[in-house]
């Protein structure tokens, strides 16, 4: 007869598995992070490349490392299998044109500022699921919103004050913050879809339908002035691509491990990592502007984000509270 263990050595060693869990988690997180500003670097060393073909060496390429993931997980078979494929398509329409204005704002902003304004899309996330699905927002996160977007237009302020001015629009610094800031919007709209899609789906089936959808809608932009890439330009969209793909699957796996409200304020980790590459690569300095918006934004979105977290723990408590139906 084996002996069991004590009841504390038990409690002891779940605690240390879900603590273990849980670094598993943050770390994959910042890994995956580190993995996305690795692809924002590969596709603003590219130059100044057509959006549309941007965004496909981007998808079609993240493809091959989502497959091998997947063939080794032994579930590529299922992968693809879906009962919703419009709504596949529509997240995959409405993420490429915010994939598209992405990059085009990456390809003409300093790397640190076109990383940190990409940080309005959860701020924006809160007021479109207030619009769009009736959810109740209360005061606290209306004030976080209001806050975060204040830090936005401290980033952007530069480049907004050129608007009054006839250069604006020749001004590809002023294009890059319209088009980052229309991208965010629209990324929102996008995860608002994501959001209806993970309720019957499963994330793998999410990520290759997009991949595909991005990749057949990047092709559809071939007539309008894709350019000739040099062996340097090829080589880094297809890293880019690479990475897109392996990004995608740490990230994945970083929420596998540990709760959202745990792993995603170390999304913003990103901002830090900006300006490091961004100086050392691109010899971007960080303006005085951008530092003290993005740290606004940052607070702004770490407070919704465990605002969420408590809301989460209301609910569940309020669950567990209600006596059965009968």
Same mark, same amino acid.
């Given at each position: ?11 002891? /060693?779940?605690?240390?598995?879900? %603590? ?19 692809m ?20 079609f ?6 497959i091998t ?12 299998a879906?009962?919703?494929p419009?709504? %596949? ?6 993420? #490429? ?12 902003? !300093? ?10 899309? !959860?701020?924006? +996330?809160? #007021? ?7 959810e ?5 996160? *209306? ?12 980033? /952007? ?6 608007? /009054?001015?006839h250069?604006?629009? &020749? ?5 890059? +913050? ?15 879809? +994501?959001?209806?899609?993970? $309720?019957?789906?499963?994330t793998?089936?999410?990520?290759? *339908? ?10 559809l932009s071939? !007539?309008?002035? *894709? $350019?000739a890439?040099?062996?340097?330009q090829?080589a ?8 897109? &793909? ?10 596998? %491990? ?18 490091? +590459?961004?100086?050392? #690569?691109?010899?971007? #300095? ?6 003290? &918006? &993005?740290?606004i ?8 984000? *465990? ?16 006596? !059965?139906?009968?």
């Amino acid at each position: 007869m084996t002996a069991r263990p004590a009841p504390d050595a038990v409690a002891a /060693s779940n605690q240390a598995g879900g %603590h273990n869990n849980t670094l598993t988690g943050i770390t994959l997180k910042i890994v995956s992070v580190a993995v996305f500003v690795g692809m924002s670097t590969c596709i603003k060393a590219a130059g100044t490349v057509p959006a549309g073909q941007i965004v496909f060496f981007r998808s079609f390429f993240a493809i091959f490392p989502i497959i091998t993931f997947l063939a080794f997980k032994g579930k590529l078979g299922t992968a693809f299998a879906t009962k919703r494929p419009l709504n %596949h398509i529509a997240r995959g329409v409405v993420g #490429v044109c915010a994939m598209g204005l992405g990059f085009f704002a990456l390809t003409r902003l !300093p790397l640190p500022e076109a990383i940190t304004l990409n940080y309005a899309q !959860p701020l924006l +996330v809160v #007021v479109f699921s207030s619009i769009f699905l009736g959810e109740a927002i209360r005061v606290y996160r *209306w004030s976080a919103v209001a806050v975060g977007l204040v830090g936005v237009l401290i980033i /952007s302020w530069p480049e907004l004050t050129l608007l /009054s001015s006839h250069e604006a629009l &020749g001004d590809q610094e002023v294009l890059g +913050v319209i088009a980052a800031l229309v991208a965010a919007a629209i990324s929102a709209v996008a995860m608002l879809l +994501v959001r209806n899609l993970v $309720q019957s789906e499963r994330t793998a089936t999410i990520v290759l *339908w997009f991949s595909v959808t991005a990749s057949v809608m990047a092709l559809l932009s071939l !007539p309008f002035g *894709w $350019q000739a890439l040099t062996p340097l330009q090829a080589a880094l969209l297809i890293a880019a691509g690479f990475c897109g &793909g392996l990004g995608q699957i740490l990230m994945t796996s970083a929420y596998r %491990h540990a709760e959202a409200s745990v792993v995603a304020p170390f999304e913003y980790t990103s901002m830090i990592l900006g300006v490091i +590459v961004g100086y050392l #690569v691109f010899g971007d #300095v960080a303006t005085l502007n951008m530092l003290v &918006g &993005g740290l606004i934004v940052v607070a702004a979105g770490i407070f919704i984000i *465990w605002r969420e977290r408590q809301l989460g723990l209301e609910r569940t408590r309020t669950r567990k509270a209600a006596p !059965p139906q009968g």
